[in-house]
């Protein structure tokens, strides 16, 4: 696969406890994003965070599991990117999903094939 110096970067804000249909959301996301063929995706787990409908839980710190922020980022064409944000659109409930354009330098595999 090809990706164009001139791509998009999808980046998508959740919890890490959002569901979809019983399943981890950020997960159904990138499984859904490697059967339409997108480049790749990335999920980061961050420490702590706020948003619109949230707050921040000074006790969260002395639980052994809270709801971790969750950001998950793909950068790929503006067509692909755009045809994959219906999908998004159906199935995330609370968040965010931001688009920018972005410079691709290079994407190479493993054995650093382009």
Same mark, same amino acid.
């Given at each position: 696969m090809e990706l164009p110096r001139d791509a998009v970067l999808l980046r998508i804000f959740i919890g890490e406890n959002d569901l979809y249909q019983g399943e981890p959301? !950020? /997960? @159904?996301? *990138?499984?859904?994003a490697r059967e339409q063929h997108l480049a790749?995706? #990335? *999920?980061?787990?961050?420490?702590? %965070? !706020? %948003? /619109? &409908? &949230?707050h921040l839980d000074h006790n969260a710190i002395l639980r052994l599991s809270f709801d971790s922020p969750i950001v998950i980022e793909m950068v790929d #064409? =503006? =067509? /692909?990117?755009?045809s994959f944000l219906p999908t998004i659109e159906s199935i995330i409930g609370p %968040?965010? @999903?931001t688009l920018e354009r @972005?410079?691709?330098? !290079? !994407? /190479?595999?493993?054995? %650093?094939?382009?």
């Open positions: 959301l !950020f /997960k @159904v996301i *990138v499984m859904r790749g995706a #990335t *999920v980061f787990r961050g420490p702590m %965070g !706020f %948003g /619109k &409908s &949230s #064409t =503006e =067509e /692909k990117i755009q %968040g965010l @999903v @972005v410079k691709a330098i !290079f !994407f /190479k595999g493993k054995n %650093g094939q382009a």
